[in-house]
């Protein structure tokens, strides 16, 4: 089947795209090794992140001497980072699932009080930890075991006054590894759906290559389709490149459906790309576009979530970044590849992409200039 000369007009640009990146070293250090550069980096600072103690949220619901002596040993202990300022379960469970703090301890309202029978102070301790901290809360679950076995020998001989029961809670925390990957693959596609039309339409300019395609029954729209379709293959080798490094050094597990992740990635890539065509389209050459596009870049890669989490920033700075172009992208991987949503639960992202696209693309027709 032939297809339409509109569209093989458009094939064929893109296989000339695609065939320039892959024969111009400088362009796959940038687009594939230097983003893969990242994340070994980054992969070797976050993807091991063992600490020498188990971080505890303790909220001590009980007001027995005995509690209140109890969280101050434990706060002494070498092996604890306990933290108190947590209200309730819900409260601590967010920074679990976040995986700021390793589990929750509570002690219920009547842990340490005095058993008339006995005359022995008694209780549970309940420890609360996520899926992915089930060794951690296993491991604190017999720590604190053998620590009340201690107490219960010098109350007692007879009977256990004191046990800890652990429970895994129906959430499964991030790990810093999958902030820093997601935020890489947002890099990579900066980098690939920025940095290379703004970096290649100049050089074109100067060279005078464009000029003469405008004299060609050629269209931007056409134009613009073989640079989009070239650059999602680009980004697809780069983004497969960095998946193969991270199942198989950092053991990433990938939580959702691969099929959806590849569509989302195109999608992004498509979206990015239309801020690189409109700077690289605009832009006379490199003296303009160079600045424009660190402008552009920098924020994005600063507050969109690439090499930190945006949780950690003030609520309002966190407020503001969720409108920029990258953080649905960001969000939307990190969303698929490890909490496995669906395309209904990625509308939020999905929706704030498409409006972009649609403001990206208005602007990158307008101003588009061939030479």
């Known amino acids: 089947m032939q297809l339409p000369k509109s ?6 640009f893109a296989r000339i795209n695609t065939r320039r990146f892959f024969r111009d070293r400088l362009s796959i250090f940038f687009g594939i090794l230097f983003p893969l550069f990242l994340l070994l980096i980054f992969g070797g600072i976050f993807g091991n992140s063992d600490s020498a103690s188990f971080r505890v949220a303790v909220i ?9 002596n109890f969280v101050k040993e434990l706060d002494d202990e070498k092996s604890f980072d306990v933290n108190q300022s947590y ?3 819900d409260d601590a469970k967010d920074d679990m699932v976040h995986s700021q703090i390793d589990a929750t301890i509570i002690l219920p309202e009547n842990f340490g009080a005095v058993d008339e029978s006995t005359r022995m102070p008694s209780g549970q301790v309940k420890l609360y930890y996520t899926q992915n901290n089930a060794q951690a ?10 620590l009340f076995k201690g107490v219960n020998t010098d109350i007692t001989q007879v009977g256990t006054p004191f046990t800890v029961s652990g429970e895994e809670i129906n959430d499964q925390s991030l790990s810093q590894f999958d902030y820093t990957f997601a935020g890489m693959l947002g890099f990579a596609l900066l980098g690939i759906g920025i940095f290379g039309p703004v970096n290649v339409f100049p050089e074109l300019k100067k060279q005078g290559i464009l000029r003469r395609l405008s004299t060609t029954p050629l269209k931007v729209w056409q134009y613009f389709s073989s640079i989009a379709i070239s650059q999602a293959i680009i980004g697809l080798v780069s983004i497969a490149v960095m998946f193969i490094v991270a199942l198989t050094v950092f053991k990433l597990e990938v939580v959702g459906n691969i ?3 590849l569509i989302f990635i195109v ?8 801020i690189g065509l409109a700077i690289g389209g605009w832009a006379r050459n490199e003296r303009q576009a160079a600045p424009l596009s660190n402008i ?33 992208v960001i969000d939307g991987i990190r969303f698929i590849v490890n909490e496995g949503y669906s395309v209904v639960q990625l509308a939020p992202q999905l929706g704030l992409m498409a409006i972009w696209t649609v403001v990206i693309y208005v602007i990158a027709f307008r101003v588009f200039r061939w030479e």
């Open 7 to 12: 569209l093989f007009t458009v094939v064929t």
């Open 296 to 328: 552009v870049v920098f924020p994005m890669m600063f507050l969109a979530g690439t090499f930190f989490p945006r949780f950690l920033m003030p609520d309002w700075l966190q407020a503001a970044s969720g409108f920029l172009p990258l953080t649905p």
């Open 87 to 89: 209200a309730t379960l």
């Open 60 to 68: 001590n619901e009980s007001g027995s001497e005995f509690a209140t």
């Open 267 to 274: 999608f992004s890539i498509i979206e990015i790309l239309g």
């Open 259 to 261: 099929f959806l992740l």
């Open 137 to 146: 809360g296993q491991t604190l679950t017999t720590v604190l075991d053998g």
